[in-house]
């Protein structure tokens, strides 16, 4: 029997703790990441490292770190199933990102194209680490040994660059790193914002109107789905060019219900938008309630959770440090 056949597949991806989980990233990345626990060997980490690359509230950081966990959990990632933690418990990222910042050259960071958008967006604070936030994640990836890199289009740029990374250390010295590929899920629902449906649904999204939240409370999702913006049009139908707004809620309303978009169409046939908007937000409110209660009960729950990140800081270092050794080695390093 071919025996590599038997070995799951290594899977790594990351949230930055540096705003309060989307239905965005729930139906973009976490729904997904459920998935895959059974076909594959899955790391989900918190990357806390990474998001003081942009200046944050120490306080509210680490209430995002605990509360992204219990919704990491709360979405149905299985803590026993799957590693999860949070990157600064593995000091290991931190050593093998300074390792692969001398194999990544200043002309291949200053193409990167977040960098450009962070850099003109935090004009009064383009520090090192914003730069060399490649490397980091980089490490994050190596570490591991990663097959798939589940992303999204947006972070492909940094999967391309960690794989130039690793190809040239091993280039240099032998087969130290696997190479990792994204991974574009299946069906993977880009959500846009509901106020800018040319843009994606994200956390740093300047209208508050814009986003969901997993913690949003009802009454809250309710009136953003009835601020979203639509069209001219009277007809609920999906055309992402001419109905960016429509579409987005149809696209939102198929996942959370499970319906496809013909019967959507159907259903609203001659209804308008009114109608449909409050529809698509129920459909949401009942989609993340379970949610929320459960993050709800298990962030009131310290000590179960600190039980959880240890014991996933435990199993990533395991991993990752065997890496490093190797690495370690490779470059010249002494024992220790
Ligand atoms: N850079 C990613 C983002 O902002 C987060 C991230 C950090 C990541 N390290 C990672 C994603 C490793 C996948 C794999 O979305």
Redesign the pocket.
């Known amino acids: 029997m071919d025996e590599k056949a038997l070995v799951k597949k290594t899977i790594?991806?990351?949230?930055?703790p540096?705003g309060d989980l989307t239905l965005g990233s729930y139906l973009g990345a976490i729904k997904n990441w459920v998935e895959l626990c059974d076909g594959y060997n899955c790391y989900y980490?918190i990357?806390d490292m990474?998001a003081i690359t942009v200046r944050q509230n120490p306080a509210e950081l680490r209430r995002r770190t605990i509360a992204q966990l219990a919704q990491y959990i709360a979405c149905g990632l299985d803590p026993q199933k799957n590693t999860i933690f949070v990157?600064s418990h593995v000091p290991a990222h931190a050593e093998l990102a300074w390792v692969l910042n001398c194999y990544t050259m200043f002309g291949e960071l200053s193409r990167m194209t977040?960098f450009k958008d962070k850099s003109a967006k935090n004009s009064d604070n383009i520090n090192a680490g914003l730069f060399t936030?490649p490397a980091?994640?980089a490490a994050?990836?190596l570490l591991y040994q990663?097959d798939l890199?589940?992303?999204?289009e947006?972070?492909k740029q940094?999967?391309e660059i960690?794989r130039d990374i690793a190809t040239r250390f091993n280039g240099i010295y032998g087969d130290v790193f696997k190479m990792p590929e994204p991974y574009i899920p299946k069906v993977g629902a880009r959500i846009m914002s509901l106020t800018s449906p040319e843009s994606k649904m994200s956390k740093s999204d300047k209208d508050p109107g814009g986003c969901i939240y997993i913690m949003q409370q009802p009454d809250e999702i309710m009136r953003c789905f009835k601020r979203a913006v639509t069209d001219s049009d009277t007809c609920v139908h999906c055309d992402p060019k001419s109905k960016p707004g429509v579409s987005n809620l149809m696209q939102v309303y198929s996942v959370a219900t499970g319906e496809n978009f013909e019967d959507i169409e159907k259903e609203f046939c001659g209804k308008g938008y009114g109608e449909f908007k409050t529809k698509v937000g129920e459909a949401v409110v009942e989609l993340l309630r379970p949610i929320r209660e459960e993050a709800e009960r298990l962030i009131a729950d310290k000590s179960y959770l600190e039980g959880i990140y240890k014991q996933g800081a435990e199993k990533a270092a395991y991993t990752a440090n065997k890496t490093l050794r190797k690495v370690y080695k490779k470059v010249g390093f002494i024992e220790r």
Do not use: E, K
């Open positions: 790594f991806s990351g949230i930055q540096s980490c990357v990474h990157q977040q936030y980091l994640m994050d990836i990663t890199v589940p992303v999204g947006d972070q940094h999967v960690c």
